[in-house]
């Protein structure tokens, strides 16, 4: 960020972190408030990144426990770091300068689903795939799928502005959340948004609120907006010979007047990785994964089908509308990021995103920067949107140097194509360096401006983008 961002909070002294905890559990009761060995499994999420532990952990459950433990964290000038599910990529919800982890995942509970309002009122530690469940037993459908919806939470959604392969048609999590119920980090208690579909009065302080990883307040309840259940459903792998013709397929599908739901791609490397888990055929190099709902999907699974009969790209397709056979096709997706951790030590995932007609061009830069760098990668993602996320790959730390070369050029290469450091993970420690790159000083002023409005004193979650190493740097 930039000068213009408040100064940084004086650090807090030991014997002030000793008494900021004394206040919260005098606060709280004993139970919420965890040290020790059992603040280790909220201690870390899904990223790679070291961290520091903690002073402690709260195990908030309910509004009143987010204000006062916001509030005493103020008081004491003590960081606060609010995590979810703690599934995030990029370490947004780690204590980088210790501090308190606030956990919501026991506020959760679905408070409603209306049929009649088509919308949805949960709480932040709700399991996105519970949601899904609880919907389709109504007939109804919530669109945001990431990948890790069988362990993510709403909370850790909103913050994030989380996405997934249906993101190309529906849109990610921002375009579904009507309302957010906050505990800013000054303490205040805001309802923003609600129920309506409609809402012309302000500033959308639900959206600015959305993706803005847990550095403004703490999401206590959420309203999000639902559509009658889709009636069918069809997906379709299609195996190319090659990632430019995979490339090329897309393309087609989407000049021919198509609209995918979701429109995924597995380039040749990734196939390999999956190779030994999945029949590959004869020729399949590269994947695309299709898939349509709405009604009448026979008539597009035949119009599909007539067109790519006709593409020299195009090796073997397999549709089906049967939930089992879909679910089986997306499992190869899904079971990407595991497949890859056991093909190598070490590896880090990006998700850049640039305009979907310099996807391809982006392909080229990811080879070419492998090679440069001699570093081993693959990638895969929504080719619908141009979200693309790059896994580079590597065993022995000496290799460490050529490796953060290369993931310097692959951001530098994405913004200089028009495109964005994340299209669904977020920044959170992982690409700061590269903030001000994609962001004017302008833009990075305004942005620290609402920052110091929503956390004065600058407790919520330190040394992210909103305000880099700056807050508590010597906490």
Same mark, same amino acid.
């Given at each position: 960020?930039?000068?213009?961002?408040?100064?940084?909070?004086a650090t807090s002294a030991p014997s002030a972190t000793r008494a900021?905890?004394?206040?919260?559990?005098?606060?709280?009761?004993?139970?919420?408030?965890?040290?020790?060995?059992?603040?280790?499994?909220?201690?870390?999420?899904?990223?790679?990144?070291?961290?520091?532990?903690?002073?402690?952990?709260?195990?908030?459950?309910?509004?009143?426990?987010?204000?006062?433990?916001?509030?005493?964290?103020?008081?004491?000038?003590?960081?606060?770091?609010?995590?979810?599910?703690?599934?995030? !990529?990029?370490?947004?919800?780690?204590?980088?300068?210790?501090?308190?982890?606030?956990?919501? +995942?026991?506020?959760?509970?679905?408070?409603?689903?209306?049929?009649?309002?088509?919308?949805?009122?949960?709480?932040?530690?709700?399991?996105?795939?519970?949601?899904?469940?609880?919907?389709?037993?109504?007939?109804?459908?919530?669109?945001?799928?990431?990948?890790?919806?069988?362990?993510?939470? $709403?909370?850790?959604?909103?913050?994030?502005?989380?996405?997934?392969?249906?993101?190309?048609?529906?849109?990610?999590?921002?375009?579904?959340?009507?309302?957010?119920?906050?505990?800013?980090?000054?303490?205040?208690?805001?309802?923003?948004?609600?129920?309506? !579909?409609?809402?012309?009065?302000?500033?959308?302080?639900?959206?600015?609120?959305?993706?803005?990883?847990?550095?403004?307040?703490?999401?206590?309840?959420?309203?999000?907006?639902?559509?009658?259940?889709?009636? /069918?459903?069809?997906?379709?792998?299609?195996?190319?010979?090659? +990632?430019?013709?995979?490339?090329?397929?897309?393309?087609?599908?989407?000049?021919?007047?198509?609209?995918?739901?979701?429109?995924?791609? $597995?380039?040749?490397?990734?196939?390999?990785?999956?190779?030994?888990?999945?029949?590959?055929?004869?020729?399949?190099?590269?994947?695309?994964?299709?898939?349509?709902?709405?009604?009448?999907?026979?008539?597009?699974? /035949?119009?599909?089908?007539?067109?790519?009969?006709?593409?020299?790209?195009?090796?073997?397709?397999?549709?089906?509308?049967?939930?089992?056979?879909?679910?089986?096709?997306?499992?190869?997706? !899904?079971?990407?990021?595991?497949?890859?951790?056991?093909?190598?030590?070490?590896?880090?995932?990006?998700?850049?995103?640039?305009?979907?007609?310099?996807?391809?061009?982006?392909?080229?830069?990811?080879?070419?920067?492998?090679?440069?760098?001699?570093?081993?990668?693959?990638?895969?993602?929504?080719?619908?949107?141009?979200?693309?996320?790059?896994?580079? $790959?590597?065993?022995?730390?000496?290799?460490?140097?050529?490796?953060?070369?290369?993931?310097?050029?692959?951001? !530098?290469?994405?913004?200089?194509?028009?495109?964005?450091?994340?299209?669904?993970?977020?920044?959170?420690?992982?690409?700061?360096?590269?903030?001000?790159?994609?962001?004017?000083?302008?833009?990075?002023?305004?942005?620290?401006?609402?920052?110091?409005?929503?956390?004065?004193?600058?407790?919520?979650?330190?040394?992210?983008?909103?305000?880099?190493?700056?807050?508590?740097?010597?906490?």
């Open positions: 960020m930039t000068d213009a961002q408040q100064a940084p909070p900021a905890l004394r206040a919260l559990t005098a606060a709280l009761g004993p139970s919420k408030v965890a040290t020790g060995d059992a603040m280790l499994p909220w201690s870390r999420d899904d990223s790679p990144y070291p961290s520091p532990l903690p002073d402690a952990v709260v195990h908030a459950a309910s509004e009143d426990d987010v204000q006062t433990t916001i509030r005493i964290a103020n008081e004491y000038n003590i960081p606060v770091v609010p995590r979810a599910g703690g599934t995030g !990529r990029t370490g947004a919800a780690l204590p980088l300068h210790g501090g308190i982890i606030l956990a919501t +995942d026991s506020l959760s509970g679905i408070e409603e689903i209306s049929k009649e309002d088509l919308t949805a009122v949960v709480r932040p530690g709700v399991v996105l795939g519970d949601l899904h469940a609880a919907c389709t037993e109504m007939g109804l459908f919530y669109p945001p799928d990431p990948s890790s919806l069988g362990t993510c939470m $709403l909370g850790g959604n909103v913050a994030t502005n989380a996405g997934g392969p249906r993101a190309f048609l529906y849109g990610s999590t921002r375009s579904w959340l009507l309302g957010v119920d906050v505990i800013t980090g000054g303490g205040e208690r805001l309802v923003l948004g609600g129920k309506t !579909r409609k809402r012309s009065s302000g500033y959308e302080l639900s959206q600015l609120f959305a993706g803005s990883e847990g550095t403004l307040g703490v999401a206590t309840r959420i309203t999000l907006k639902l559509l009658p259940k889709p009636p /069918e459903t069809l997906t379709v792998a299609i195996w190319c010979r090659s +990632d430019p013709g995979a490339a090329a397929v897309a393309a087609t599908i989407l000049a021919a007047r198509f609209s995918p739901a979701c429109l995924e791609f $597995l380039d040749e490397r990734t196939v390999d990785v999956v190779r030994g888990e999945l029949v590959v055929p004869e020729g399949g190099r590269a994947l695309l994964i299709a898939e349509f709902d709405g009604e009448g999907v026979e008539v597009i699974a /035949e119009r599909l089908g007539n067109l790519l009969s006709g593409l020299p790209d195009v090796c073997v397709v397999h549709a089906a509308v049967d939930p089992s056979r879909r679910e089986a096709l997306w499992g190869v997706r !899904r079971a990407l990021s595991l497949a890859t951790r056991r093909v190598t030590r070490h590896k880090i995932s990006e998700d850049v995103v640039v305009p979907r007609g310099s996807a391809g061009a982006l392909l080229d830069d990811v080879a070419r920067i492998g090679e440069l760098h001699r570093v081993r990668h693959l990638t895969y993602g929504h080719a619908g949107d141009g979200n693309l996320h790059v896994n580079f $790959l590597w065993n022995d730390e000496d290799e460490k140097p050529r490796v953060d070369a290369a993931l310097d050029a692959l951001f !530098r290469a994405t913004l200089a194509r028009g495109g964005s450091l994340s299209g669904e993970h977020g920044i959170g420690i992982a690409k700061v360096p590269w903030f001000a790159a994609e962001h004017s000083a302008t833009s990075r002023a305004l942005q620290a401006a609402h920052k110091a409005a929503w956390d004065p004193k600058g407790i919520l979650n330190p040394g992210k983008w909103a305000g880099g190493d700056r807050n508590h740097r010597e906490c």
